[in-house]
């Protein structure tokens, strides 16, 4: 399941929905595609070929997490194992994007974005950017607010509002 949360430019919550591979205003105005029908074949479609890796990413918040980049290559992530959160820049503020295991996203080139892997670990990701360098993004020089949610807060937040109970990894 994909989760999709919209917030102002101060950081406040506007509207929170959970959405399966769903177009919304966000991904209309963007041309950003998410969800579980975002897999390898059509990423590599859309970015006509390209550059791909595999990632293993460690959940920590890292300064880095919570500035904003941008590629002048479209790119995109398929999320094998764990939950990643990608954060979109909108007119109105924010866009956070929840994507676990089989879930991915599509981002055109110049799209400001910033990626979340403090969620439960480990988080397994492959990347892929259209052109054959490689992934090199800039910083756009803007941080995310102090007010937007990391990872484990926007996933509990989630379920909450979604009347749904965190499932316990380690149970079994």
């Not at 676990?100 to 910033?114: F, M, N, R, T």
């Amino acid at each position: 399941m994909s989760a999709v949360a919209t917030f102002d430019v101060r950081g406040q919550l506007l509207d929170l929905s959970s959405c399966s591979a769903q177009r919304c205003t966000i991904a209309e105005a963007s041309g950003v595609r998410w969800g579980p029908r975002v897999k390898a074949g059509p990423l590599r479609r859309w970015l006509g070929g390209g550059y791909e890796e595999m990632l293993r990413l460690v959940p920590r918040l890292s300064d880095a997490a919570r500035r904003e980049i941008v590629s002048e290559e479209a790119g995109g992530l398929l999320v094998h194992h764990g939950v990643v959160l990608v954060w979109l820049a909108t007119p109105e503020g924010h866009a956070g994007v929840l994507l676990e295991a089989g879930d991915g996203i599509y981002l055109p080139a110049g799209v400001p974005h910033a990626v979340d892997a403090s969620g439960p670990g480990p988080i397994d990701v492959r990347r892929f950017v259209a052109g054959g360098r490689g992934w090199f993004p800039r910083a756009t020089g803007q941080r995310l607010p102090a007010s937007l949610p990391e990872a484990p807060v926007f996933i509990d937040t989630l379920l909450a509002e979604l009347g749904e109970q965190p499932v316990d990894e380690g149970a079994g």
